[in-house]
């Protein structure tokens, strides 16, 4: 059965840094691309970042490149999304998935739950 677990959210001030991660199960790691995408309250689901299976291509959304950069472990089969200089907008329940390509979560099979991030003084 494949899993995604997301980790890593909580509260953090203006302009702190939070590391999600996003541990795989169940299926092969290695054969997908991984994106993470967020969902504030009252809002469309948005790409954030994604990345490619092997680790050498990554996309991101303008409204994060330069603060947030993802990577990937696939032999602990996890990607993690480092955001830096994180501003009140970032707000937003995070997700990560599977299966798709691109930022687009259409595309994208399996998600995890979400894990919350908050940026607020």
């Known amino acids: 059965q494949l899993q995604l677990v997301e980790s890593g959210g909580g509260l953090v001030q203006p302009g702190g840094s939070l590391r999600l991660s996003c541990a795989g199960s169940g299926f092969s790691w290695n054969f997908y691309a991984i994106g993470w995408f967020r969902q504030a309250p009252g809002k469309e689901r948005e790409g954030v970042s994604n990345?490619?299976?092997?680790?050498?291509?990554?996309n991101y959304a303008d409204s994060v490149k330069g603060r947030f950069a993802i990577s990937r472990d696939n032999a602990k089969k996890t990607v993690y999304l480092q955001m830096n200089s994180l501003k009140p907008e970032d707000t937003a329940v995070y997700y990560c998935a599977a299966g798709g390509s691109g930022l687009g979560s259409q595309t994208y099979n399996y998600w995890g739950q979400g894990t919350q991030v908050t940026v607020s003084s």
């Open positions: 990345i490619n299976r092997q680790g050498t291509i990554t």
